[in-house]
């Protein structure tokens, strides 16, 4: 079987290409700026006044983009679900419930898989938010509310490929949602708690008691009256920072390598010697409800590798060091 001859294309027609369908979608995105109106501010106020979810479905690719900004309504305050519309007729529109409203991409506004679930949804009186290219299309005459795209040309050469259309209905999806998070006075914090897995999340939201290490085999810790040929095990397997307790198991010092090392330096007999005589007995502690990311900013302003984690009486919980709040994603 012969092999079909390779069309040539130079580098510079490439470039030309690509350059032309960022330049089409980005005008489409900038035409939607040009006549966001009355339509825009009656969706976002009718979203917000939801007391159910957002459902947000589409088809093809607008169902790709339905599906992503059904996760940014969800990720910034907006309670959102995407529903298939080939599922949806297959029983999940069973979790459309009374207080939802529905949001609708398509860009012709015929799919007749979105007309198959008009039925249900007019019988549940949900409101409907379409967003659309056709302005008397089925599902624009359905809508309460009509979102015009506004897309007539693809950037796709043989205008079929939902290109432009698709970045403008993603680009209005985020716009709705950003501006229903100033509505709702959404936060960084409110943002983190939806987002425990992120970095933001875990910088805002996790405590030291989330980081810290715990248990008598995962914690160090010596006496004052112990001596340093002992101690010297203990710093060597247990990062450099060692918790020194009372009777009571009180924290009050902490034994570091540099510590050991500043002594060796002026008492070569320094083995010999106690814990107390090179201990620092004023250390630095925190307690478990502190912010870990407060534990972080200590270490670093004091120079200090790890912190006793204490209870409101002084009492050893833990430990945390700079390498837990590293790998934490804390710093």
């Known amino acids: 079987m012969s092999e079909l001859p390779v069309r040539e294309i130079d580098d510079g027609r490439i470039l030309s290409r690509g350059r032309e369908v960022l330049r089409i979608e980005s005008a489409s995105v900038d035409a939607l ?13 009718l979203i917000f006044k939801l007391t159910g979810r957002l459902i947000v479905t589409g088809m093809g690719k607008s169902g790709g983009v339905a599906r992503k900004l059904a996760s940014t309504f969800s990720s910034t305050g907006t309670p959102a679900i995407f529903l298939h519309p080939a599922e949806g007729i297959h029983g999940d529109l069973g979790m459309l419930v009374a207080g939802d409203g529905v949001m609708i991409l398509s860009k012709s506004g015929e799919s007749d898989e979105i007309a198959a679930l008009m039925p249900t949804i007019r019988h549940l009186q949900l409101p409907i938010i379409a967003m659309t290219s056709v302005g008397s299309s089925r599902l624009a005459r359905d809508a309460d509310i009509v979102l015009d795209i506004g897309v007539v040309v693809e950037a796709c ?9 698709s970045t403008a209905s993603l680009a209005m999806g985020d716009a709705l949602a950003i501006a229903l998070a100033e509505l709702r006075e959404f936060t960084a914090e409110d943002f983190a708690r939806l987002h425990p ?27 004052p009256h112990d001596l340093l040929a002992v101690a010297t095990h203990e710093i060597a397997h247990r990062r450099g920072t060692v918790p020194v307790l009372d009777s009571d198991e009180r924290v009050v010092g902490v034994l570091t390598a540099g510590d050991l090392t500043r002594l060796a330096a002026s008492h070569p007999d320094f083995l010999t010697r106690r814990v107390d005589e090179a201990m620092n007995s004023s250390p630095h502690t925190i307690t478990p409800d502190a912010m870990a990311t407060d534990a972080a900013v200590c270490l670093r302003l004091h120079g200090i590798m790890a912190l006793p984690v204490v209870s409101p009486e002084g009492k050893l919980l833990g430990i945390i060091h700079l390498h837990d709040l590293l790998k934490a994603g804390i710093v």
């Open 33 to 45: 700026r040009e006549h966001l109106g009355d339509e825009f501010v009656a969706a976002v106020r």
């Open 157 to 165: 050469p043989l205008d079929l490929a939902p290109t432009a259309s």
């Open 197 to 223: 897995g992120g970095e933001l999340g875990r910088r805002l939201t996790w405590l030291v008691r989330d980081v810290m290490v715990t248990g008598a085999d995962s914690v160090p810790r010596l006496r």
